[in-house]
């Protein structure tokens, strides 16, 4: 069960996969094959929008992109989730929205270097992935960044790595239209074997965090809760503008400046509960950021799961984004031994994390299933990870 998901991937390398959808697509050997990773998020939940921290760190399932370069200012791409290929030029790639369904994320990724003035060159290119597509996992993230890796390298393009994240985004919010912050690129791009990645989304500063799963004799289950995604745009929408409406309230830019020892004097002057609950989850959850940094500072691995799970009850009571799935994986993995569990993601599905010992993890995993069973959920997906390197070239 703790394998990697079956339902979730076609079998076999993914690096294989890319190279030979590039060979059965375009008749020949790809010049280069460039990977990145999926992400999830340790702790650091509805931080990110108000201006607070966030603590990623990179997966080892990863989305692949053979590449080879192409005809002058034309890009042709295919993926193993469609059986046709999309070709695209200028004028498709300059106007955002134009490419439409999968290949936008690679048409944005052309239009983010265009509009930035860099000569992208023609490519051909093909995908692979293992990361789960629509699970919280970022498959959004590792495509763009993959893609980018390929088309910065293929045409020589002088683009600092640490302008990377920007441009991805740039890539989903303006050119796919979908609204979402710089943690998924950054924690793509820039996440390090053995380390989370410390993220102050105000600054955009970024520190590599120990996190040292093995050495600790520890591990980390993603379990896919396979809850439908209820509403969850019209939600996010929501409890952002609540977040907004109550910094202004206070006088503050953003919540993260909200100090967390005055908090009570600060929720009094809320105008309502359910907007105090919200404010209270967004100060305290920064707050289990910062903790969590020091012990893992201090390489007290196991000492962090009770911050996990607090992150999780918090969501829960006060910020109100859980689900029956989500809640009875996290009960059901914490009843079988692990150390902490929550939600990870924006809410209302996705997957749950709970930090176990290595050696129980398929227990844990065991658990959660029969747990679901018996409420009569479809099956849960399980896979344990650790952290693993960012986007780069494979050979
Ligand atoms: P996630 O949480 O997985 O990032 P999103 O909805 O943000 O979910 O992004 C998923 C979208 O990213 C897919 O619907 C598809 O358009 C694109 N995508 C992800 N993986 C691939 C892939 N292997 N090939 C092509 N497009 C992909
Ligand atoms: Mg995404």
């Known amino acids: ?43 650091g939940e509805h931080t990110d929008y108000n201006d607070g921290f966030v603590l990623p760190f990179a997966l080892p399932l990863r989305t692949v992109v053979a590449a080879a370069p192409g005809d002058d200012e034309r890009w042709t791409v295919c993926s193993e989730l469609d059986d046709d290929a999309v ?36 490519a051909r290119l ?31 393009l002088d683009l600092p790595a640490e302008r990377w994240p920007r441009l991805a985004q740039r890539a989903e919010n303006e050119y796919v239209g979908a609204p979402t912050g710089i943690m998924d690129q950054s924690a793509v791009i820039r996440g390090r074997a053995g380390h ?55 006088g503050v830019a953003a919540l993260r400046d909200v100090d967390l020892a005055d908090l009570d004097a600060t929720l009094d002057k809320l105008p309502d509960d359910e907007t105090r609950r919200r404010v209270r989850h967004v100060v305290t959850e920064d707050q289990r950021v910062l903790d969590i940094v020091a012990l893992l500072r201090a390489g007290r691995v196991r000492d962090i799961g009770p911050l996990l799970t607090a992150s999780h009850a918090s969501m829960r009571d006060d910020f109100e984004i859980t689900v029956p799935e989500v809640d009875t994986a996290v009960e059901a993995a914490l009843a079988a031994g692990a150390y902490g569990a929550r939600m990870t993601g924006g809410g209302f599905g996705g997957c749950v994390l709970a930090l176990v010992d290595a050696d129980s993890a398929d227990a844990v995993a065991a658990a959660v299933s029969t747990a679901y069973a018996e409420r009569g959920f479809a099956a849960p997906g399980a896979v344990t990870v650790r952290p693993a390197a960012g986007a780069a070239r494979l050979d």
């Not at 294989?16 to 990977?35: K, L, M, S």
């Not at 052309?110 to 992208?120: D, T, Y």
């Not at 293992?130 to 910065?152: F, M, R, T, W």
């Open 196 to 250: 989370a990645l410390f993220l102050d989304c105000r600054s955009e500063e970024v520190e590599q965090v120990p996190f040292d799963l093995d050495a600790a004799g520890l591990a980390v289950l993603v379990i896919d809760s396979r809850a439908p995604h209820r509403h969850a745009d019209g939600e996010y929408a929501s409890r952002r503008r609540s977040c907004e409406e109550a910094a202004q309230a206070l």
């Open 126 to 156: 093909a995908i692979a992935s293992d990361v789960p597509v629509g699970s919280g996992l970022s498959s959004s993230a590792a495509v763009e960044s993959a893609v980018l890796a390929a088309l910065v390298e293929l045409g020589g």
């Open 1 to 43: 069960m703790t394998g990697p998901d079956p339902a979730a991937a076609p079998s076999g390398d993914v690096a294989a996969r890319a190279t030979a959808g590039f060979r059965q697509r375009y008749g020949t050997q790809p010049a280069g094959r460039w990977a990145a990773p999926g992400r999830v998020n340790l702790i």
């Open 87 to 122: 070709e695209f030029g200028p004028d498709e790639a300059d106007e955002p929205g134009r490419v439409t369904g999968w290949a936008g994320y690679v048409a944005g990724v052309v239009w983010a270097l265009r509009a930035a003035g860099h000569a992208v060159p023609g």
